[in-house]
């Protein structure tokens, strides 16, 4: 059974940083495209960050670009997002998920809240 | 990137009535393999979306079939044909065609 949980959410004040960590299990990690896709509250769900097997490959959100690191570790079955410059809006539920075309497998996300 | 555009965005039904979902593609969504790789989801509140619908109109295991999705190109259609309490939820379509992979705004269904 295809699982991934996310870590690493929390409470952060605007310009600081977080990072999340994911650990997938029950499927070949280093086979997949990963990505991050997080959801504001009370609005919709975005994508954030994908990163490709070979980590040549990585597409942001433009508003996170700059601010968002995503990587993975292949050895660990872990995905990451480095978050920097954190600011209000970035507040949200942030999900790890494996995306292939024809269905998303998703923890229960970790909520980051950015706040003073 | 492909946009993905629901409508209508709000929907309030009545239990037993039907409903139905627009969703649509600024870019076809036919792949080279001969799929059209448009789901749906359902996002029940405090959890993870659930997947509804798979290659346009593939039911899931477990997925009452009153859920049925059509459409093909760029233009696709979730439909419910007798909405049950446990159907409220806010509906997603996602396209797996293209990368990146994008959703639409999501529909949220409730009962009136």
């Known amino acids: 059974e295809v699982q991934v949980v996310e870590f690493g959410g929390g409470l952060v004040q605007p310009g600081g940083s977080l990072r999340l960590s994911c650990e997938a299990s029950g499927f070949t990690f280093s086979d997949y495209w990963m990505s991050w896709v997080r959801q504001a509250p009370g609005k919709g769900l975005e994508w954030v960050a994908n990163?490709?097997?070979?980590?040549?490959?990585?597409t942001y959100v433009d508003s996170v670009k700059g601010r968002f690191t995503i990587s993975r570790d292949d050895t660990k079955n872990s995905l990451y997002l480095q978050m920097n410059s954190l600011r209000v809006e970035d507040t949200a539920v942030y999900y790890c998920a494996r995306v292939d075309p024809d269905n998303v497998y998703w923890g229960q996300g970790t909520l980051v809240t950015v706040s003073s | 990137d492909v946009v993905m555009t629901q409508s209508p965005l709000s929907l309030p039904v009545t239990l037993g009535q039907p409903a139905s979902i627009s969703c649509r593609s600024s870019?076809?969504?036919?792949?080279?393999?001969?799929?059209?790789?448009l789901n749906w989801f359902l996002q029940r509140p405090g959890q993870s979306p659930r997947r509804l619908i798979y290659?346009?109109?593939n039911r899931d295991s477990g997925v009452p079939d009153r859920f049925s999705g059509s459409g093909s190109g760029t233009d696709f259609t979730l439909k419910i044909s007798r909405v049950e309490a446990e159907d409220v939820g806010v509906y997603y379509c996602?396209?797996?065609?293209?990368?990146?992979?994008?959703f639409g705004q999501g529909t949220k269904v409730e009962i009136k």
């Open positions: 290659k346009v109109s």
């Open positions: 870019h076809s969504l036919a792949y080279s393999d001969g799929n059209t790789y």
């Open positions: 990163i490709k097997q070979d980590v040549n490959e990585k």
């Open positions: 996602m396209q797996g065609t293209h990368w990146p992979r994008t």
